[in-house]
C-alpha cells in the first residue's frame, strides 16, 4: 500500500476527520470517465454538493479531495438550515481535454444509481450548461439552467448572504447592522464580488476593491465612480481605516503573511476556503479580528441550488438566505461563551445539528410500532 493510499483509508476509516458514510468509485472506459461520488453524511437528508473536474496528481489526491469537500458540505448545509446532507463529487481529468457529452451522460447514470442519496451541482470546472447534460440521465441533478427547469447563477444569493453575514458582524462588534460610513474592502469584484458592492454601496458604506482582471474592475468602476480601486490584494488589506474585509476571489486569503498585515476589524467575504491551514483562526481571534465564517456567509448559492429540488423561488430562497445575519450572530455569540474563535463555533453548531438529527433518527427507528 502507497503512503497516499494509506493517507485515504485513514481519512476515511480512521482520522477524526472521517467518519464519511459511503464513497463510490465509477468508471466509464469508453468516455474516459474516472469520478469518486462521496457521501459523508445523510443524517439531515440526501447528501447535496457539487461536482468538481479537475486534473489531479494522482487518483488517491483526488479521492482525498472528495473526503474533504464533502465532509465541508455536510457542515455547509447543516449551518444554511437545509434539510440535507453533505457529498461532493470529482471527475478527475483535464476538463478542456476530457470534458463532452457522452462522458457527462455517463456521470448522471452514475449519480441516478445512487437513488437519491447524493444530488449534484456545479463546481469547479462545471458549469450550469453540463448539469443540463448531466440532468439528462438524474433527477438528482441541480445548478441547471432556468430553460432546463434551473436557477441558473447563484452568485445573486451568494452575495446577498454574504452582506447578511456583515450586517450581524457590524451589529456583534459595533451594536448597530447598518455599513453606512463603514470602510469595506472586497478582494475579487467577480461574479460575486460585484454584486456584494451593489449591497455595500446602496447601504451607504465607502467601498475600495482590487481585481487581477481588468474587465471585471472597470465594470463596477464605470458604474460607480466613487469606488476606489487599488493594485493588488496586498495594498487592499493594508489600506488605512479599514472596517471590513471581504476576501472573495480565491481559497487561502487568510495566511501567515496576510493576518498579520490586515488592518480591518472584520473578515467576511464569499471566498471558499479563506483559512489556508488550522490556527489561522486563532491568529484572527488574537488580534482581535472577526471572522465570520466563509462557508456560513458563502451559502447563499448552495440554499438556491437546493431548492430547485422543489421547484426554484426566488423569494423563498431570499427569505432562507437572510437567515444567514441571525446563524452568523449565533456563531459569535456560541464562540463568546464557549471562548474558541467563531469557526470553532460554527463547526460545534453544525455537528450538534447532525448529531441531533442522528439522534432522532435511531429514536423514531426504536419506538415500538403502534
Ligand atoms: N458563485 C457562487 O455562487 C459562490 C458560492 C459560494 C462560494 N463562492 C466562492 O466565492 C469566490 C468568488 O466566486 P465567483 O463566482 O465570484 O468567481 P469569479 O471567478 O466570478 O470571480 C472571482 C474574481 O476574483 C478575481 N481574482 C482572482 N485572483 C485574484 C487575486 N489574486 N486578487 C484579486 N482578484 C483576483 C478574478 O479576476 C475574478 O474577477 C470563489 O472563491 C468561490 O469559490 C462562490
Known amino acids: 500500500m502507497t503512503e497516499m493510499t494509506d493517507g485515504v483509508l485513514h481519512t476515511l476509516f480512521r482520522s477524526e476527520q472521517g467518519g464519511h458514510e459511503q464513497v463510490v468509485l465509477c468508471q466509464d472506459r469508453a468516455s474516459g470517465l474516472k469520478a469518486?461520488?462521496?457521501?459523508?453524511?445523510?443524517?439531515?437528508?440526501?447528501?447535496?454538493?457539487?461536482?468538481r473536474f479537475h486534473a489531479y496528481a494522482s487518483d488517491e489526491?483526488?479521492?482525498?479531495d472528495a473526503l474533504n469537500l464533502s465532509r465541508g458540505m455536510s457542515y455547509k448545509n447543516a449551518l444554511a438550515g437545509l434539510d440535507l446532507g453533505g457529498g461532493k463529487a470529482v471527475i478527475i481529468g483535464d476538463p478542456d481535454v476530457l470534458k463532452s457529452e457522452e462522458l457527462l451522460l455517463a456521470y448522471g447514470r452514475f449519480v441516478e444509481s445512487l437513488g437519491g442519496r447524493y444530488v449534484t451541482a456545479c463546481d469547479?470546472?462545471?458549469?450550469?450548461?453540463?448539469?443540463?447534460?448531466?440532468?439528462?440521465?438524474?433527477?438528482?441533478?441541480?445548478?441547471?439552467?432556468?430553460?432546463?427547469?434551473?436557477?441558473g447563477d447563484s452568485s445573486v444569493l451568494t452575495a446577498f448572504g454574504v452582506f447578511q453575514g456583515m450586517r450581524a458582524s457590524a451589529q456583534h462588534l459595533w451594536g448597530d447592522p447598518t455599513l453606512r460610513g463603514r470602510k469595506v474592502a472586497v478582494a475579487g469584484v467577480g461574479k460575486v464580488g460585484h454584486y456584494l458592492v451593489e449591497h455595500l454601496?446602496?447601504?451607504?458604506?465607502?467601498?475600495?476593491?482590487?481585481?487581477?482582471?481588468?474587465?471585471?474592475?472597470?465594470?463596477?468602476?464605470?458604474?460607480?465612480?466613487?469606488v476606489t480601486a487599488v493594485a493588488d490584494t496586498d495594498a487592499l488589506i493594508r489600506t488605512e481605516g479599514l472596517d471590513i474585509y471581504a476576501p472573495c476571489a480565491l481559497g487561502g486569503a487568510l495566511n501567515d503573511e496576510s493576518v498579520p498585515a490586515l488592518t480591518a476589524k472584520v473578515v467576511c467575504g464569499a471566498a471558499n476556503n479563506q483559512l489556508a491551514h488550522p490556527g489561522v483562526e486563532k491568529d484572527l481571534a488574537d488580534r482581535g479580528i472577526l471572522y465570520a465564517p466563509d462557508y456560513v456567509v458563502n451559502a447563499g448559492g448552495v440554499i438556491q441550488v437546493a431548492d430547485e429540488l422543489r421547484g426554484f423561488d426566488f423569494d423563498r430562497c431570499k427569505a432562507k438566505a437572510t437567515k444567514i445575519f441571525d446563524t452568523t450572530l449565533e456563531i459569535f455569540a456560541r464562540a463568546k461563551a464557549d471562548g474558541i474563535p467563531p469557526a470553532a463555533a460554527a463547526d460545534r453548531i453544525a455537528e450538534q445539528r447532525m448529531a441531533d438529527a442522528r439522534a432522532a433518527k435511531a429514536a423514531k427507528g426504536s419506538a415500538p410500532a403502534l
Open 201 to 226: 454601496l446602496e447601504d451607504g458604506a465607502e467601498v475600495v476593491i482590487t481585481d487581477v482582471r481588468e474587465e471585471s474592475l472597470r465594470r463596477v468602476l464605470d458604474k460607480h465612480p466613487q
Open 36 to 51: 469518486v461520488i462521496a457521501i459523508h453524511s445523510t443524517a439531515l437528508g440526501p447528501a447535496l454538493g457539487g461536482t
Open 61 to 64: 489526491e483526488a479521492v482525498l
Open 124 to 151: 469547479v470546472g462545471t458549469y450550469v450548461a453540463d448539469m443540463d447534460v448531466v440532468a439528462r440521465e438524474t433527477r438528482w441533478a441541480t445548478g441547471r439552467s432556468p430553460e432546463n427547469g434551473g436557477a
